[in-house]
């Protein structure tokens, strides 16, 4: 590079946050660590660039994909010349975009109906952009110092959010410790969801997906157990044990690709 002359812009969107990411997000420094969530401001500025980001800026149409049958924006060859298959036999399909040990970026593109079960992010900074389409989003946060009930293995939440988001709609942000680090989503429309997780979960240094069952607060108490405002804001989360089946596949990125910075 010439001195004096400014480095050039991002050629796009996903290059603009790949590069914010890079600058945000130190990679781990040890084994089973994860570095502290990041400054408020900086987390603003990725939130920020996520908001301006449409489906066409990650190769997806910006149309309606109902007609889709929940195959979104990846149809192929194959499956236009087949015949369609019930909606609810659709797969969720991720998109890869970019990862590293400080940080992905994915897209979850979910058929009307699919559901992400409840799970959590441990020591994770997480941001979510809805590109299109409606979803019902469900968080809870732990209470803490931990409250376990008395008859059964589960631990005692509060519920951060229980909504339908339709996009356009803010890029949501959860912390490891706040900003409902447990959620789960169910497509009320065809829809897609740019995430951006920080770390990445790694069964390497211990950052395991955990999912939940969750009760509501009234059927664990037994009146032992007290909080305070509205019980309805509360629940019972119990670790599922046995392996949960979700109907996932990877498909093909079409939109612009990362260029890494050299370091």
């Known amino acids: 590079m010439a001195w004096g002359v400014p480095p050039r812009p991002p050629s796009s969107k996903v290059q603009a946050l790949y590069e914010l990411c890079k600058?945000?997000?130190p990679s781990p420094s040890a084994a089973g660590t994860s570095p502290s969530p990041p400054p408020a401001d900086a987390v603003r500025s990725i939130s920020s660039l996520m908001d301006t980001i449409t489906p066409a800026d990650v190769g997806l149409r910006d149309d309606n994909a109902e007609d889709d049958r929940g195959h979104g924006f990846f149809e192929s060859n194959f499956l236009k010349g087949s015949a369609r298959v019930a909606r609810w036999a659709q797969p969720i399909t991720y998109l890869h975009i970019y990862e590293c040990?400080?940080?992905?970026i994915g897209i979850f593109c979910l058929p009307t109906s699919a559901v992400i079960p409840l799970h959590d992010h441990?020591?994770?900074?997480v941001l979510s952009k809805l590109l299109y389409g409606s979803m019902h989003?469900?968080?809870y946060d732990w209470i803490e110092p931990t409250v376990l009930a008395s008859i059964q293995p589960a631990r005692l939440?509060?519920?951060h959010t229980d909504d339908v988001r339709t996009a356009?709609?803010?890029?949501s942000v959860l912390y490891p410790q706040s900003g409902g680090n447990m959620h789960c989503f169910t497509s009320v429309s065809s829809?897609?969801?740019l995430d951006v997780l920080a770390p990445p979960y790694s069964e390497d240094v211990g950052r395991i997906c955990t999912y939940f069952h969750d009760y509501p607060f009234s059927s664990l108490s037994a009146g032992q157990t007290k909080i305070a405002g509205n019980p309805d804001s509360y629940a019972w989360l119990e670790a599922i044990n046995t392996p949960v089946n979700i109907y996932m596949r990877p498909g093909m990125y079409t939109g612009p690709k990362v260029q890494e910075l050299q370091t």
């Open 23 to 25: 600058r945000t997000f």
């Open 101 to 104: 040990d400080a940080f992905s």
């Open 137 to 139: 989003v469900k968080s």
């Open 191 to 193: 829809c897609a969801v």
């Open 157 to 159: 939440a509060k519920l």
């Open 122 to 125: 441990p020591g994770m900074t």
């Open 168 to 171: 356009p709609c803010p890029t």
